[in-house]
């Protein structure tokens, strides 16, 4: 299982990309106990501020899309770790 | 790379004319003049317009009387600057370390925020006699060293937040004067068209705050549209990036091309518009189109761009015909009329604005 964090915006409006394979990870059992506890039904629709980040955070068939005040959590706690665990900086020329 | 205005002499017994003669220098052997002469207008220049009865009408005259707040003991056009220090956290508003007319510290990015909003305020001020963001007054306040090597800039709709970047593809943001005027003028968009953050009216919202936000940096080094970069975020990338800057409004398309971010995505013209699902639709994308447009307006024109050229943006953006979700045809219409109202509907600046738009592929709503 793959998690794909995508954040786009922000005054440079250059989006970055961060992507972990969780079976890989030494910590597997804690990676798939934080993704259980968050509420993909229940993501907020904030309206969007100027030069924000928007995060798109993407896990087998599941999609959500927060702005980046609403990014807390157990979201904010999932996209930190999958940055920390790919700390480069990944190529993105796709759109 | 661009720095900040210097602090700068008060002036106080020069006439205005004078000082609008120097504010207007642009040699750059005088450019400390010119900008002591601009800071002193910005500070002075409502009490000397009433004391100078019989003088022939200044182009730096104060805005309308119902757009001044009634705040007792305040003089129309002086700037109200609060800087905070976030420390590291993601927590507004941060501690307080300077106010409006205490000196400059020791810390860089506090300078560089408290100068630019200065110089945001005397473009708005003195251009277009807008009396800060709200046009009566606000108060400007911004907080520096926002979150953890944080690789961003920003408008909450309050204040305006500055991050440090992550040293390796960013720098802080408070190095950039565009940068500063950009995030100020989300705010004057918020107050006049507030037109919504998606789609071609977010990448107008967008373009706005790039045009004005060139428009302050431009005006603060008395640079002419020949003269002026036309860059957004000069100075932001590291040495590690390939690129001069975060976009070019001259072109769209050219300001970085770097292994690690790819190239500047941005299209010139409506053939290479972006249907993006990211970034509220590409705001940041499809903003190089009416960018562009403004360019080639402010090219043909020459002189200063923050003269006809920003007033026709200006007209457009306050002039209550923009609906909140306004697109590019709407917006290049209100530029036409705009441009057509000021300067004539034979003017060359009429003209400028209707080839810019044709030229980037758009047609205003009227001719559709």
Request: aromatic share 8%.
């Amino acid at each position: 299982m793959k998690v794909i964090v995508s954040r786009s915006g922000g005054i440079a409006g250059i989006r970055r990309t961060w992507e972990v394979l969780v079976d890989d990870q030494p910590d597997f059992s804690d990676w798939l106990a934080l993704i259980e506890t968050l509420p993909w039904g229940e993501v907020p629709r904030t309206a969007p501020q100027p030069d924000r980040f928007v995060y798109r955070i993407r896990c087998d068939a599941r999609t959500a899309e927060l702005a980046e005040p609403d990014l807390t959590g157990p979201w904010r706690e999932l996209v930190e770790r999958v940055q920390q665990t790919e700390p480069t900086r990944s190529p993105d020329e796709s759109r | 790379m661009v720095g900040t205005p210097h602090s700068f002499t008060r002036c106080t017994i020069v006439p205005p004319y004078l000082l609008v003669r120097l504010a207007r220098l642009t040699d750059p052997r005088y450019a400390g003049a010119a900008e002591a002469a601009r800071q002193s207008l910005l500070r002075d220049l409502p009490i000397r317009e009433l004391r100078v009865p019989g003088q022939p009408p200044s182009p730096l005259a104060g805005p309308p009387r119902d757009a001044v707040a009634a705040r007792p003991g305040r003089r129309p056009g002086s700037i109200d600057r609060t800087l905070a220090d976030a420390g590291g956290r993601e927590l507004l508003p941060g501690r307080v370390v300077r106010r409006e007319g205490q000196p400059p510290g020791t810390d860089p990015a506090v300078t560089e925020a408290y100068d630019g909003l200065g110089s945001t305020q005397l473009l708005f001020w003195t251009q277009f006699q807008r009396d800060s963001i709200d046009g009566a007054g606000l108060p400007l306040d911004a907080t520096v060293h926002y979150g953890e090597r944080y690789d961003n800039a920003f408008w909450n709709g309050e204040r305006m937040v500055f991050g440090d970047g992550d040293g390796q593809v960013f720098n802080r943001f408070t190095l950039s004067l565009t940068v500063i005027g950009h995030e100020l003028t989300h705010g004057v968009v918020q107050h006049t068209a507030n037109l919504d953050y998606r789609g071609q009216a977010g990448a107008l919202n967008e373009s706005v705050a790039d045009v004005f936000g060139s428009l302050v940096e431009q005006f603060a080094f008395g640079q002419s549209t020949a003269a002026a970069s036309w860059l957004i975020g000069e100075g932001l990338f590291t040495d590690e990036v390939e690129g001069s800057a975060l976009r070019s409004l001259k072109a769209p398309g050219t300001a970085f091309n770097d292994d690690v971010l790819g190239k500047d995505p941005q299209p010139a013209d409506m053939a290479g518009y972006v249907d993006a699902d990211d970034d509220n639709g590409g705001v940041h994308l499809n903003s190089g189109i009416p960018n562009r447009a403004f360019y080639l307006v402010a090219d043909a024109l020459g002189g200063n761009a923050w003269e006809a050229p920003g007033r026709i943006w200006y007209d457009a953006l306050t002039g209550g015909s923009l609906r909140s979700n306004a697109d590019f045809a709407d917006f290049a219409q209100a530029t036409e009329t705009a441009a057509a109202d000021r300067y004539g509907a034979d003017s060359s600046e009429k003209h400028a604005v209707a080839t810019a738009w044709r030229t980037v592929g758009v047609n205003p709503t009227s001719t559709t």
